[in-house]
T-cell receptor, first 116, second 111 residues
Framework: DTGVSQDPRHKITKRGQNVTFRCDPISEHNRLYWYRQTLGQGPEFLTYFQNEAQLEKSRLLSDRFSAERPKGSFSTLEIQRTEQGDSAMYLC??????????????FGPGTRLTVL | GQQLNQSPQSMFIQEGEDVSMNCTSSSIFNTWLWYKQDPGEGPVLLIALYKAGELTSNGRLTAQFGITRKDSFLNISASIPSDVGIYFCAGPRFSWGKLQFGAGTQVVVTP
């Protein structure tokens, strides 16, 4: 049984560089979510995919952020021209689309981004 | 910002004691989720609640979906050192499942 996986687990980059994170959801899950978590806070929603369609984006997702899920399977989150304020844990979650379980999201281990 | 009020913010307990925490909201939720997060890791789902009044157990964990649908409770019985971590409540705000999280309850267990 494979859960949600994320790669890399840690990323250290210099301000102004671009970074890309990958998420592989649980195989039968149609819905995929990205969240961001800063120290001492709960995760905050960034964006949501139903299969390959990106259906919702948070105001937190500036134009430097872009997410894709090209074949409705894995997803990537890219941050261009990183800023120190982008330092956070980036979490991916997935959920099935059946009955009440639709709301039940399973999270990956996260990617910790540090921008120097 | 956080719209789920989670309390207490932190708890320092002795091994073997029971732990109780709760989560309240001004809005109605149709689902309540409880997660545990260890440092440097993603949240792990502990219990999912789908119906008002529902009481669900997972080992030493018991959670309840409040009758008003605006609150939920999590209890941990006979705490052990591995219960250390941050516990989050969460609920979906829209039909497509955007989760709102509480600020978390940090549990510290001393031997």
């Amino acid at each position: 049984d494979t859960g949600v996986s994320q790669d890399p687990r840690h990323k250290i980059t210099k301000r102004g560089q671009n970074v890309t994170f990958r998420c592989d959801p649980i195989s039968e899950h149609n819905r995929l979510y990205w969240y961001r978590q800063t120290l001492g806070q709960g995760p905050e929603f960034l964006t949501y995919f139903q299969n390959e369609a990106q259906l919702e984006k948070s105001r937190l997702l500036s134009d430097r952020f872009s997410a894709e899920r090209p074949k409705g399977s894995f997803s990537t989150l890219e941050i261009q021209r990183t800023e120190q304020g982008d330092s956070a844990m980036y979490l991916c979650a997935s959920s099935p689309t059946r009955d009440r379980a639709t709301d039940t999201q399973y999270f990956g281990p996260g990617t910790r981004l540090t921008v120097l | 910002g956080q719209q789920l009020n989670q309390s207490p913010q932190s708890m320092f307990i002795q091994e073997g004691e029971d732990v109780s925490m709760n989560c309240t909201s001004s809005s109605i939720f149709n689902t309540w989720l409880w997660y545990k997060q260890d440092p440097g890791e993603g949240p792990v789902l502990l219990i999912a609640l789908y119906k008002a009044g529902e009481l669900t157990s997972n080992g030493r964990l018991t959670a309840q979906f409040g009758i008003t649908r605006k609150d939920s409770f999590l209890n941990i019985s006979a705490s052990i050192p591995s219960d250390v971590g941050i516990y989050f409540c969460a609920g979906p705000r829209f039909s497509w499942g955007k989760l709102q999280f509480g600020a978390g309850t940090q549990v510290v267990v001393t031997p």
